[in-house]
C-alpha cells in the first residue's frame, strides 16, 4: 500500500489543527461530537491536544455499503447525542468526500439550540464536493483516491493503520474477490443445511 501521510506528518497535522481550533474557541469548553466510525482515532489524539474544557460524545453516519468506494444512501443515528444547549460544537469527522455527510450532521445539530456549530475533517479531497458547505478546519487536502487507515476503512478493514495509504485497485479487487467467496460459501452451507433437513 502506498503511503500518503504518515504517521509523523499525520501528527503535525493534529497539532496544527488543535491550534487553529483554539485560536477561534479561545479557552471555552468545547462539545466534541465524533462521528463513528472513522473519526475516532482523530478525536481520541484531537482531545489530547486541546487544552481547556473538553467534552466528547458521538453520532454514528455511513454512506458506504460494503466493499463499494463511491457513497450510497445515508444513514444517521443521533440518539448517543447530549443536550447542545448553548454549547460551543465541533463536528469531527474523518473526511469530507462529496460533503452530503458533514451537511446533513451540520443541519442536524443546527437545530439543537447550540451556542455556536463547527466543523472539523482530517481530510478533503479535491473536486469532489456536491455541496456548498466547506469545513471550518480541514487538516489536509488530498487528491481523489480511496483512502485508508488512521481510521478510514474499506468493507471495514484497515482502520487500524497508524499512517494513511491509498488502497490500489489490485487490493480493492482482492478485497471485493473474497467477500464474493464468502456470500457463495455461506449459500452453499444454508443450502445443504436446508437438503439436510429435507
Ligand atoms: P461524504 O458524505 O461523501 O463527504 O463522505 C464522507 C464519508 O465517506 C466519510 O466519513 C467516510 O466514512 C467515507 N469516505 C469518503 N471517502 C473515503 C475514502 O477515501 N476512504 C474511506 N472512507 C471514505
Ligand atoms: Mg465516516
Same mark, same amino acid.
Given at each position: 500500500?502506498?503511503?500518503?501521510?504518515?504517521?509523523?506528518?499525520?501528527?503535525?497535522?493534529?497539532?496544527?489543527?488543535?491550534t487553529e481550533?483554539?485560536?477561534?474557541?479561545?479557552?471555552?469548553?468545547?462539545?466534541?461530537?465524533?462521528?463513528?466510525?472513522?473519526?475516532?482515532?482523530?478525536?481520541?489524539d484531537l482531545?489530547?491536544?486541546?487544552?481547556?474544557?473538553?467534552?466528547?460524545?458521538?453520532?454514528?453516519?455511513?454512506?458506504?455499503?460494503?466493499?463499494?468506494?463511491?457513497?450510497?444512501?445515508?444513514?444517521?443515528?443521533?440518539?448517543?447525542?447530549?443536550? +447542545?444547549?448553548?454549547?460551543? /460544537? @465541533?463536528?469531527? *469527522?474523518? &473526511?469530507?468526500? =462529496?460533503?452530503?455527510?458533514?451537511? $446533513?450532521?451540520?443541519?442536524?445539530?443546527?437545530?439543537?439550540?447550540?451556542?455556536?456549530?463547527?466543523?472539523?475533517?482530517?481530510?478533503?479531497?479535491?473536486?469532489?464536493?456536491?455541496?456548498?458547505?466547506?469545513?471550518?478546519?480541514?487538516?489536509?487536502?488530498?487528491?481523489?483516491?480511496?483512502?485508508?487507515?488512521?481510521?478510514?476503512?474499506?468493507?471495514?478493514?484497515?482502520?487500524? +493503520?497508524?499512517?494513511?495509504? /491509498? @488502497?490500489?485497485? *489490485?487490493? &480493492?479487487?482482492? =478485497?471485493?474477490?473474497?467477500?464474493? $467467496?464468502?456470500?457463495?460459501?455461506?449459500?452453499?452451507?444454508?443450502?445443504?443445511?436446508?437438503?439436510?433437513?429435507?
Amino acid at each position: 500500500m502506498r503511503v500518503l501521510l504518515s504517521s509523523d506528518e499525520l501528527s503535525a497535522g493534529i497539532d496544527r489543527l488543535a491550534t487553529e481550533v483554539r485560536a477561534v474557541v479561545g479557552g471555552r469548553p468545547l462539545t466534541i461530537v465524533g462521528v463513528l466510525t472513522g473519526s475516532i482515532v482523530l478525536v481520541a489524539d484531537l482531545i489530547r491536544r486541546l487544552e481547556g474544557p473538553v467534552q466528547v460524545s458521538m453520532v454514528w453516519a455511513s454512506s458506504y455499503r460494503g466493499t463499494a468506494t463511491r457513497p450510497g444512501e445515508l444513514e444517521l443515528r443521533l440518539d448517543l447525542l447530549p443536550d +447542545l444547549t448553548g454549547q460551543d /460544537v @465541533l463536528l469531527v *469527522d474523518d &473526511i469530507f468526500d =462529496t460533503g452530503r455527510t458533514l451537511e $446533513a450532521l451540520l443541519e442536524e445539530l443546527g437545530r439543537r439550540g447550540a451556542a455556536s456549530v463547527r466543523s472539523l475533517v482530517l481530510l478533503a479531497k479535491e473536486g469532489r464536493a456536491e455541496v456548498a458547505t466547506r469545513p471550518d478546519f480541514v487538516g489536509f487536502d488530498i487528491p481523489d483516491e480511496f483512502v485508508v487507515g488512521y481510521g478510514l476503512d474499506f468493507d471495514g478493514a484497515w482502520r487500524h +493503520l497508524p499512517y494513511l495509504g /491509498v @488502497l490500489g485497485e *489490485d487490493e &480493492i479487487a482482492a =478485497t471485493r474477490a473474497a467477500q464474493v $467467496a464468502a456470500t457463495r460459501a455461506a449459500s452453499a452451507a444454508a443450502c445443504q443445511d436446508a437438503d439436510g433437513r429435507g
